[in-house]
């Protein structure tokens, strides 16, 4: 049972779907097992819970606008 897991910002459904079956399907053709085989986790993350470079993206989001 392999295990796919990301961790983004929020996505939404469409994205979600895409990145589930192309992570699966090049996993599976990587390491030549089934794509029935996989499980992915999408781990959705606030904005205000996301830092880079030493700043929170919300905060970054607040100073483009």
Do not use: C, W, Y
Not at 7 to 12: D, G, M, P, Q, V
Not at 20 to 30: C, D, F, K, P
Not at 35 to 47: D, H, S, T
Request: glycine share 4%; proline share 3%.
């Amino acid at each position: 049972m392999p295990v796919i897991t990301i961790e983004a910002a929020k996505l939404t459904k469409e994205q979600k779907r895409k990145l589930v079956n192309e992570l699966t399907a090049s996993a599976s053709n990587i390491m030549n097992i089934p794509e029935q085989a996989f499980f992915v986790f999408v781990k959705e993350n606030e904005r205000d819970n996301i830092g880079v470079a030493g700043q929170l993206l919300a905060d970054r989001d607040d100073n483009i606008h």
